[in-house]
């Protein structure tokens, strides 16, 4: 019986892989393949002293009734929804993820499962994620809510700091709190049907104790076309890696780097470690390469504005993305990196290969090992004809010559300027080790 056992659980594990190594687009994915950026959202309470989200009464660097206190100071008084979908929109991003509830526990909406929410408990009053869906559609973009599955405010959730535990075990308030969870995990479906749930916290208890085949079954009962990201012990949809730039190409077929403008989530005026849009650009145009999003984190102010500086970095990325538009939406990886110094991408048919150019040339830009045949070569966004050489190609030889591309000063984007090779068919890469002498 054991061994039955265990050739079913083989079965079924080897069935799973080979899910998870088809490389063919599943459905319900395409526009979050095609996406490329997306705008987290970290608002909450925290804003009002400009501290660490949650983690700083966790971790003991304030206490929790002084972190509650900012339920007060939180207003929202200028909050704008549509100039925030706006901007997003103007920045290029096709989607945005918002925190409807952090660690801490304090909703974002009107929720009737439980009091701890801005509407009731602060001067804001109001649902704040009601009007944003709201925008956010009206500007096409998709709609993405973060829910941290753990809940440190909550009286049936086991642990409220790193030190304090209101139990170990007792399934009768575990129970009360998975109710809890599943009732606003219900709401928020319902009321605002988004295209993607965003989970986080999932870390502290197992797929089990979460019930996430129940949640997710539950959700995409609601829509069957949602996506979930992989903070759900094991039930996601795609990889999220979370600010550090994959070096490598990440496995999964669908990914999704998360990445803060300066070294906070949410809004803190003492963190001035912003990213440069250039560098930002940079790290777009990676995750593009290896066919992947950009989740570019912003952390409005307590009263709903948002800072200048993350301001001022969409508007330039907006520039730039609507300028670089072929080489980035509805794009597919680029090429191994022996081809070419600099990340590169796909068109879908795989005859336009774009090289990103992270440097001002100092002379004539590189491509190695294409076989095909080039039609011609322009810059994207201004359209200019380059001029090209081809250099050590042998007529007796199988290895594709050297392409010099010539890239004048006059056609350089101030950011990073991006290169498109219109192929003669689909791309075929030379990946052998060179070729000796046959003839001379
Ligand atoms: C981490 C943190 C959280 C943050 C999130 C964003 O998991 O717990 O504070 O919201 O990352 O990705």
Redesign the pocket.
């Known amino acids: 019986m054991k061994k039955f056992f265990c050739w079913v659980f083989l079965a079924v594990y080897s069935l799973n892989l080979a899910a998870q190594d088809d490389q063919k687009p599943i459905e319900k994915m395409k526009w979050f393949d095609e996406a490329r950026l997306g705008i987290f959202i970290?608002w909450g309470i925290y804003a009002v002293n400009g501290i660490d989200?949650?983690?700083s009464f966790y971790n003991g660097y304030i206490s929790y009734p002084d972190y509650m206190q900012q339920l007060k100071g939180f207003t929202a008084k200028n909050y704008n929804p549509a100039e925030w979908a706006k901007l997003m929109a103007e920045s290029g991003a096709k989607y945005a993820v918002i925190?409807t509830k952090?660690?801490d526990g304090v909703a974002l909406w009107d929720t009737k499962c439980g009091d701890l929410n801005v509407v009731k408990q602060s001067p804001a009053k109001t649902d704040l994620i009601q009007p944003f869906v709201l925008e956010l559609r009206k500007n096409n973009l998709k709609v993405g809510l973060y829910y941290s599955l753990l809940d440190w405010s909550h009286p049936d959730y086991p642990n409220k700091t790193r030190t304090e535990k209101r139990y170990e075990n007792d399934s009768a308030r575990w129970e009360n709190f998975t109710r809890f969870n599943f009732c606003q995990l219900n709401e928020l479906a319902s009321k605002f049907n988004p295209d993607l749930f965003w989970f986080?916290?999932d870390w502290e208890h197992s797929a089990e104790k979460w019930r996430a085949a129940e949640i997710s079954e539950m959700l995409k009962k609601n829509n069957p076309g949602v996506i979930l990201n992989s903070r759900i012990q094991g039930y996601g949809d795609y990889a999220t890696p979370?600010q550090g730039l994959p070096v490598t190409r990440p496995d999964s077929r669908y990914w999704e780097l998360?990445m803060t403008m300066n070294d906070s989530?949410g809004f803190q005026p003492n963190d001035k470690n912003y990213k440069t849009p250039g560098q930002i650009i940079n790290i777009l145009a990676e995750c593009v390469s290896k066919g992947g999003n950009l989740l570019l984190d912003i952390g409005p102010k307590a009263d709903g504005s948002i800072p200048d500086e993350q301001v001022a970095i969409l508007k330039e990325l907006g520039r730039w993305t609507s300028k670089h538009a072929e080489a980035i939406y509805g794009t597919q990886a680029g090429i191994p990196a022996e081809h070419f110094y600099g990340p590169t991408a796909l068109n879908k048919t795989g005859d336009i290969l774009y090289l990103f150019l992270p440097y001002k040339p100092i002379g004539p830009i590189m491509l190695k090992g294409i076989k095909n045949k080039i039609n011609r070569i322009y810059v994207v966004g201004n359209g200019t004809k380059l001029n090209w050489d081809i250099k050590m190609k042998q007529y007796w030889s199988q290895v594709p010559g050297i392409v010099y591309i010539d890239v004048p000063e006059t056609v350089l984007d101030p950011q990073m300027t991006v290169v498109a090779v219109l192929l003669e068919g689909k791309i075929d890469l030379y990946r052998e080790k060179g070729q000796v002498i046959e003839s001379n």
Request: proline letters at 0%; glycine letters at 8%; charged letters at 25%.
């Open positions: 970290h989200e949650s983690w925190t952090h660690h986080d916290g979370e998360c989530w």
